[in-house]
């Protein structure tokens, strides 16, 4: 995904509510790690990556949960980033979708594989909601290796799902999923410099779902 810093009002409402929770979450794990002292074997972290994931959407979402939620799973990644002057770097890594919160979000993580440059992987996450009355979606996505973060909204159009928003320079951004299929998607990551009346593609990511025939 693209690593852009967004400040501002958008960072507000929904989104810090989000990661009230997530803050919340850290506090009982705190409160795990410090009863494992006592008990021999327990994994206090553990104890709360177990307490954030959730086996399915919250009853209250009803089919307004599927539009994301039919990505849970594991993808194999072929990650394509367009410089300005049009080549294309390549880096092969993995995506993850699962349900958390006790299934009111669903959280992504994108992966990129270790590679001659830096040597180490990369990652980035987001949680993702819908408002059931509305179907809108909200996107807060963070890369804390980069001090990143940006809010991102939208929904279906079409056979695509499309998330809208900007940063902090107010350079307008468009993330979708593109060519979906039960076992591949394209995610595209835009930017507009005009106010939207163009728009340049700097990534494409290629997803096939892991153990699947299918294949880009």
């Given at each position: 995904m693209m690593i852009i810093v967004l400040?501002?009002?958008?960072?507000?409402?929904?989104?810090?509510?989000?990661?009230?929770?997530?803050?919340t979450g850290a506090m009982l794990s705190a409160c795990a790690h410090r009863a494992s002292v006592t008990a021999a074997g327990?994994?206090?972290?553990?104890?709360?990556?177990?307490?954030?994931?959730?086996?399915?959407?919250?009853?209250?979402?009803?089919?307004?949960?599927?539009?994301?939620?039919?990505?849970?799973?594991t993808w194999d990644a072929d990650y394509s980033f367009i410089a300005e002057n049009g080549t294309v770097r390549h880096r092969r890594g993995e995506v993850r979708f699962g349900w958390v919160l006790d299934g009111h979000a669903l959280e992504d993580i994108f992966m990129g594989y270790?590679?001659?440059?830096?040597?180490?992987?990369?990652?980035?996450?987001?949680?993702?909601?819908?408002?059931?009355?509305?179907?809108?979606?909200?996107?807060?996505?963070?890369?804390?290796?980069?001090?990143?973060?940006?809010?991102?909204?939208?929904?279906?159009?079409?056979?695509?799902?499309?998330?809208?928003?900007?940063?902090?320079?107010?350079v307008l951004l468009r993330w979708s999923f593109n060519d979906i299929t039960p076992n591949f998607l394209i995610w595209r990551g835009e930017s507009s410099y005009d106010g939207g009346k163009t728009w340049k593609l700097e990534e494409e990511h290629r997803l096939t779902r892991r153990g699947s025939r299918q294949r880009p």
């Open positions: 400040k501002g009002p958008t960072q507000h409402g929904k989104f810090a509510r989000c990661l009230l929770v997530a803050a327990n994994d206090g972290n553990r104890d709360m990556i177990n307490l954030l994931a959730a086996s399915g959407p919250h009853r209250s979402l009803g089919t307004q949960g599927d539009l994301f939620g039919r990505f849970v799973g270790p590679d001659s440059t830096s040597g180490e992987r990369s990652m980035v996450a987001g949680i993702r909601w819908v408002d059931p009355k509305t179907g809108k979606w909200t996107l807060g996505f963070v890369a804390p290796a980069f001090d990143a973060v940006v809010r991102m909204e939208g929904g279906a159009e079409g056979d695509r799902i499309v998330l809208r928003g900007k940063d902090s320079k107010g």
